[in-house]
């Protein structure tokens, strides 16, 4: 049961991350273009950002597992990507008047917006695998299932988001959505009694 | 979970590019692979033509010039855009978006010997392409610039105005969605000035057209539609179009120059319509919803 929602947890983080990136193209082109530079710096930050949530979600990790530190990394998730939501304009702006390059433009612009948010959904496959892993032997099956949930997620984010989610809604209002769920499935590992996985 | 994702998308994208050639029938000059696209320059039957694609496509031809006749419009859209003439006719300034083979640049060059014009395009590998292939030089009153066209814009802003604004960034296979919204479009009107003319490039025959419609409609008002098979040309004016007599002066004033490349006044004319015949309950395109591409997908 309970490791069901860390699953669950997992593959909404790897939906969210990819749905976000997707979106952040968006949200840089009126200011920067589509420029293939525009996406490679988009590319590199969730990428950095991800490696540095994987690097402290394990640390985390060590300290405590409770099912509901996943629920604060969703809440944080939602709030972190909500604050970049509101402030994109002026960021925006501020960095087109200010820096020249256009190659740099975009990089600091998708760091300022993106990392935190991606960052803290970095940290949540850490800190599941120790949630779910019951003893050594087995860690390697659960990590391997844990990967298939977390990029299925992704796969199926970024497939919604650019061939359905645009089509239908408007930029910030599927942020508003994915934020929404975030925080509900969030609000959902605090009514896990046991606070615990396995 | 991101390496798997990225080795998807390349490999997606190999797969795409390496289709086998069938282009058996024509003499391909030139190949390469640029950063946003496949280019082919090949010549058929007298054409010398750009495409994006390595195959033969219908209708995927980027440009074309006669190899004999390089200054003759071969396209119904190019035709088209002409007419923006009719609406200014001797503009100082002018400002074309989206380069291909540089055919408007370099008949607004022929037309109006005073004019300077600017072209933008985001493709460093079109723009030798079209010098080396199209004649498309670049020299002091014809300045090409390598930028993606919404930041030429954004930056141009308050550095002076344009009589005419050209945008050609757009074919039947791919829109570059963040120059089809709204506030792009209200960007490139700070760039113009009462009686300047905006004249794009756009599309028929899918549910983007309405759309479409709706997005120049919300920024410029009434515009001139020309349609000619599946090509569509939007000319708006700011500050009111012209009347029927002031259109045909302008007209007769250019006719002997743009009647030996092809074009008829009589032609151009007859399809300046300001009908409105698409759906009014739509929503115009915008930065927050442009999902053009996806649109133009929907018959």
């Known amino acids: 049961m309970t490791s069901g929602l860390v699953f669950g947890i997992a593959g909404w983080s790897g939906f969210f991350v990819m749905a976000l990136e997707l979106l952040g193209g968006r949200i840089l082109a009126p200011n920067f273009g589509n420029s293939i530079f525009v996406w490679g710096a988009l590319i590199a930050v969730f990428m950095m950002a991800l490696a540095v949530g994987y690097l402290l979600g394990g640390l985390w990790s060590t300290r405590r ?20 939501v509101l402030l994109s304009d002026p960021v ?16 600091l612009a998708a760091t300022l917006l993106f990392f935190v948010p991606t960052m803290v959904s970095g940290m949540v496959s850490p ?16 990590t391997g299932l844990l990967f298939f949930v977390s990029t299925f997620g992704s796969a199926a984010g970024t497939i919604l988001t650019s061939f359905y989610f645009v089509l239908w809604f408007e930029v910030n209002h599927i942020l508003y959505g994915l934020s929404t769920v975030s925080i509900g499935l969030g609000l959902l590992t605090f009514g896990w009694s046991d606070g615990t996985a396995v | 979970m991101t390496v798997y994702r990225l080795a998807a998308v390349l490999g997606l994208a190999t797969m795409v590019l390496s289709a086998p050639e069938a282009m058996a029938d024509r003499d391909v000059l030139h190949t390469e692979r640029s950063l946003y696209q496949s280019i082919v320059v090949y010549e058929q039957g007298g054409l010398r033509c750009m495409s994006f694609y390595r195959r033969a496509v219908r209708g995927a031809r ?37 380069l291909g083979g540089g055919t408007l640049p370099k008949i607004f060059e022929k037309l109006l010997p005073d004019a300077r014009i600017d072209a933008v395009e985001v493709d460093r590998a079109v723009i030798s392409v079209a ?13 090409v610039h390598e930028s993606d066209g919404r930041v ?48 794009a490039n756009t599309y028929t025959g899918s549910a983007l057209y309405a759309h479409e419609s709706a997005t120049y409609g919300a920024v410029f008002g009434q515009f001139y539609n020309l349609r000619a098979g599946s090509n569509r040309v939007i000319i708006a004016r700011l500050g009111g179009l012209l009347s029927r007599e002031e259109l045909q002066r302008n007209a007769d004033r250019h006719e002997p120059a743009l009647r030996p490349l092809g074009v008829s006044k009589d032609w151009l004319l007859s399809r300046m319509s300001t009908d409105v015949d698409w759906r009014r309950d739509v929503r115009p395109l915008t930065d927050q919803y442009s999902p053009s591409n996806l649109l133009n997908n929907h018959r």
Request: glycine share 6%.
């Open chain 1, 65 to 84: 597992a409770r099912v509901r530190d996943l629920g604060w990394l969703l809440g944080l998730q939602a709030v972190t990507t909500l604050v970049s």
């Open chain 1, 92 to 107: 925006l702006d501020w960095i087109f008047e200010h820096v020249e390059d256009a190659r740099y433009q975009s990089f």
């Open chain 1, 127 to 142: 800190c599941a695998v120790r949630l779910l892993v019951p003893r050594a032997p087995l860690s390697g099956r659960y």
């Open chain 2, 62 to 98: 980027q440009t074309c010039m006669k190899v004999a006749n390089p200054n003759d419009l071969i396209f119904d859209y190019t035709k088209m855009m002409t007419a923006a003439l009719y609406v200014v006719p001797e503009p100082a300034r002018i400002l074309v978006i989206g």
């Open chain 2, 131 to 143: 010098d080396r292939f199209f004649g498309m030089r670049a020299h002091d009153r014809l300045r």
């Open chain 2, 152 to 199: 030429f814009v954004k930056r141009a802003i308050g550095r002076g105005s344009y009589d005419l604004v050209v945008l050609d960034a757009f074919n039947q296979d791919y829109i570059p969605e963040h120059l089809l919204t709204q506030e792009f479009l209200t960007e490139v009107r700070q760039l113009m000035k009462p009686g300047s003319v905006l004249a």
